[in-house]
């Protein structure tokens, strides 16, 4: 069997779920042997582990990891640099959140950017994107289409299309949880054609599916939900002092509405009328840092909450390893692929309801974002009592550790055979 | 000859209600979820299923026997919130044909943490059921059926009881059985009535289960089972939560038309009958001792204490409220007692059990909090501020009892571990 996969990011470079889900994904299909042809644009790197690039000078850059048997990827040429310093935990630097924004970030920023900058910018590339995709699909032989997330449908639609080849579109998020109800109309109407164009939905939680069958006109029975997993990568070298004198709190992601980093604050600053020896750290960057930054200040828990901006791999791991408790506040949350690492390292995790993974795990403690105070009590019971801590780390990794892209990879390539049968009958038709 | 011994437990906790870090009043009960849930229990269950026995027992004319044990916490409950439910239950003690049990007022463990503590919720509860329903109990159940062979001499020191009720256990029992009535061990006049675990748990739990070979049960058939007991056994012994009735297994799947003809199902077979537990003890005598160095109780697989006990949060919270004793104790005041004894109540800390909690079972059922996790958060909170309303009521009292009683606590506190070795498992 062979997909034709198209994304926007892959590690090392990536900001959110969304690289993290297909990096994952893509090595538990490569295991099935599933051949995949994996299409990024440019600006995201080599793809992760010994890589072999071929003809870089072609526009249509081939590369093939020796990570992965099974895989190929392409990489599209393009003038927008969708990664260009933001945005990526595993980064080489610290850029800061000025220097240059991620096609992610500026969709996930969306309205704050102006609606001309952002449809002028990003729809350019979203169709350049697709004509080159259509280029390196008529070179290729492939049983099914795959695109990840809005940017790439307009694409997945136009290679179905032209390769008479089913098409999956699979929804790490949606327009709605990204822009709260300030919808940005076009890149809802590229998520909605691209959804109605697939013969089959992927959905990363249930959460997501009730927004696309609600929100989009998509029928129920089309949507089928593949929840992401969790590797499991040991514990690593990393260096954290022997003794720390102060309960650390941890926050990673990116600082955007999305996210809830105000609540996060908030929360924090009800925390420490009751706890003294305690830290909150913010790792991560977004478009609301200058914001939450001032914010801290002005309630004046400014010397109590840390930020780190990105964070790079094993400082990533040494974040997780130093925290008493990871909180994800998010407004709204597709999935959170992050709680389910936090829990995977042993870390006790505080989610917000609002939160596709808030519907599968149950060793975790969870809490309705705008619920500040229960919030910060949730966070000072743990940082209170060691046996609630103990309990949530061990129960949490027993727990984490069910969720398998094994699994995950198995649902898709379930979908696959379906839509692949389906077209098939089609055709006899 | 196999009698048929029936005994109900009758029980809900007083829920606490959602209590944060910064709460400080000392209003700690969820009286509208409390009053709730006890209306829609009695409604479903304490008023039809009242009204079936009462219907039984007449029409047996004195044939068809029962027991309860009705815990104090839900007495008052009743009381407030369904005192029609209580009047029924006071109609059926006076038929002559219902014995009513001892245990512990507050469904409590203090069993295995405070021998002191424990005997005044059984004598508390004494008087309660003298004073509702005339009756002064002469069996003893501890909560949950929890046993040991260290209870027997605390039963004993506390007096007028005849004997204990016990889960049958098989790893007690060895090649024996629970048809019989047995002793423990040592110089006591106390005898032990054990669950037919099995028979119960048929009507208990597997009723209405369709998946069960034996699906669906007949008051003949289960008589037909019990007939069988002759000639290996002289008693039948079911016990079973009476929530079973309407509330465990609904109206809809029979149960009470099953209730309403077993009587006469298993009266046709001339050699058996029905038996409170005194009469079972009067009519037989024990045939052996059953030795129980560890705890046993009635509850999961397990028939052991990991459903109280099971997780260091457990432990942690028991361990926590039970320290206080003293200090609750010295401070003289009613409503703290009170409130402290409240806590103890075994639902609290089984609401924090985390043994079967991802694969979602009868622990979820029973349980109002979202997680374990946030049940014991909210159970600390409570017993911080329970704590600190100690500290001011006691810093309020005249300056020369606080000194003795600061004398008082440290003394006891020694007493106390002396009280949970001589009844906990040995280790």
């Not at chain 1, 390769?163 to 590229?190: C, M, W």
């Not at chain 2, 209580?86 to 049990?101: D, M, N, P, R, S």
């Not at chain 2, 039970?322 to 200090?327: I, M, P, S, V």
Request: glycine share 6%; proline share 4%.
């Amino acid at each position: 069997m062979k997909t034709f996969m198209l994304g926007w990011e892959f590690p090392p470079q990536i900001s959110g779920g969304l690289g993290t889900a297909c990096y994952g994904l893509t090595k538990a299909m490569d295991k099935l042997g599933i051949k995949v042809t994996f299409v990024l644009p440019r600006g995201t790197g080599n793809p992760v582990g010994s890589v072999r690039t071929i003809g870089t000078n072609d526009p249509r850059t081939v590369t093939q990891s020796e990570q992965f048997t099974n895989m190929k990827f392409h990489v599209i040429s393009s003038n927008l640099r969708p990664y260009a310093g933001v945005g990526s935990h595993r980064h080489e630097n610290f850029n800061t959140y000025e220097s240059g924004r991620s096609l992610l970030e500026i969709a996930d920023a969306g309205v704050a950017l102006g609606p001309d900058n952002y449809t002028g910018n990003i729809l350019d590339a979203v169709n350049q994107y697709a004509e080159k995709a259509m280029i390196i699909a008529g070179a290729e032989n492939f049983d099914v289409v795959h695109a990840h997330d809005w940017m790439t449908y307009p694409a997945g639609e136009a290679v179905s299309r032209q390769n008479h080849k089913p098409l999956v579109v699979h929804v790490h998020s949606t327009e709605f949880d990204r822009s709260g109800e300030h919808v940005n109309q076009a890149v809802y109407d590229i998520e909605r054609m691209g959804m109605h164009a697939a013969s089959k939905v992927i959905a990363v939680s249930n959460l997501t599916k009730e927004t696309i069958v609600k929100h989009y006109g998509i029928p129920s029975a089309k949507v089928e939900v593949v929840y992401n997993a969790v590797e499991h990568n040991g514990d690593g070298i990393c260096h954290i002092p022997a003794e720390k004198k102060d309960k650390i709190v941890l926050f990673l992601g990116r600082i955007t509405m999305q996210k809830g980093p105000e609540y996060f604050l908030a929360a924090a600053k009800k925390v420490l009328q009751v706890v003294d020896n305690v830290k909150f750290i913010m790792a991560g960057s977004g478009d609301m840092m200058p914001k939450i930054i001032e914010l801290a200040a002005s309630m004046g828990i400014g010397n109590k909450v840390l930020f780190t901006g990105f964070l790079t791999g094993e400082d990533v791991n040494r974040a997780y390893k130093m925290a008493d408790l990871y909180v994800m506040p998010s407004v709204s949350e597709p999935f959170g692929i992050s709680s389910l690492e936090a829990m995977n390292r042993n870390v006790p995790v505080l989610m917000s309801k609002q939160s596709g993974i808030a519907e599968v795990v149950t060793h975790a403690l969870k809490v309705d974002f705008w619920d500040i105070d229960e919030m910060a009590n949730k966070m000072i019971a743990v940082l209170k009592r060691p046996q609630l801590k103990t309990n949530l780390s061990k129960n949490g990794f027993h727990e984490s550790c069910k969720f398998k892209w094994e699994d995950s990879a198995m649902k898709v390539k379930n979908i696959y055979e379906e839509v692949i049968e389906q077209a098939k009958s089609k055709e006899k038709k | 000859m196999a009698s048929v011994c029936f005994y109900f437990q009758v029980h809900q906790p007083q829920r606490l209600r959602h209590y944060t870090v910064f709460d400080h009043s000392d209003n700690y009960l969820d009286d509208y979820k409390n009053a709730e849930i006890c209306r829609k229990v009695a409604n479903k269950c304490y008023l039809p299923a009242n009204k079936l026995m009462l219907e039984l027992i007449h029409k047996h004319r004195g044939k068809f026997k029962i027991s309860y044990s009705i815990t104090g916490v839900l007495l008052e409950q009743l009381e407030k919130f369904a005192p029609e439910a209580l009047i029924t239950f006071k109609q059926l003690a006076g038929t002559g044909c219902v014995e009513f049990l001892g245990e512990t007022y507050h469904h409590s463990l203090a069993s295995l943490y405070s021998k002191d503590e424990f005997i005044e919720q059984v004598k508390a509860h004494r008087r309660i059921i003298r004073q509702l329903f005339g009756q002064t109990p002469r069996i003893f159940r501890n909560t949950e059926l929890i046993y040991n062979n260290g209870l027997p001499p605390i039963v004993d020191q506390i007096g007028g009881f005849d004997a204990i009720i016990a889960e049958g256990a098989d790893h007690i029992l060895g090649y024996r059985n629970a048809n019989f009535v047995y002793r423990p061990p040592g110089p006591t006049r106390l005898k032990l009535l054990l669950k037919n675990y099995r028979l119960s748990d048929d009507i208990a739990f597997r009723f209405s289960n369709r998946d069960w070979s034996e699906w669906p049960l007949t008051a003949d058939k289960f008589a037909a089972w019990i007939n069988a007991v002759n000639g290996c056994g002289n008693v039948v012994n079911l016990f079973m939560d009476y929530e079973t009735f309407g509330e465990h297994q609904w109206e809809d799947t029979g149960i009470f038309n099953f209730l309403r003809h077993l009587p006469q199902a298993i009266l046709r077979y001339p050699d058996n009958n029905f038996k409170t537990p005194s009469e079972v003890i009067r009519t037989y005598p024990p045939v052996d001792t059953i030795d129980v160095p560890y705890t046993i109780s009635w509850a999961d697989i397990e028939r052991d204490l990991s459903a109280w006990r099971g997780n260091s949060m457990q432990e942690n919270a028991l361990a926590e409220l039970y320290r206080l004793e003293d200090k609750v104790k010295n401070t003289e005041n009613p409503g703290i007692i009170d409130i402290w004894r409240r806590l103890q109540t075994s639902d609290h800390f089984y609401y924090m059990c985390t043994k079967w909690f991802a694969d979602g079972d009868v622990h979820k059922y029973f349980n109002h909090y979202n997680s374990p996790y946030d049940a014991y958060i909210n159970f600390m909170n409570v017993l911080d501020n329970l704590d600190r309303s100690c500290s001011e009521a006691i810093l309020k009292k005249p300056s020369r009892i606080y000194e003795l009683s600061a004398e008082r606590q440290s003394k006891t506190s020694n007493d106390n571990v002396a009280n949970s070795l001589c009844f906990s498992e040995r280790t």
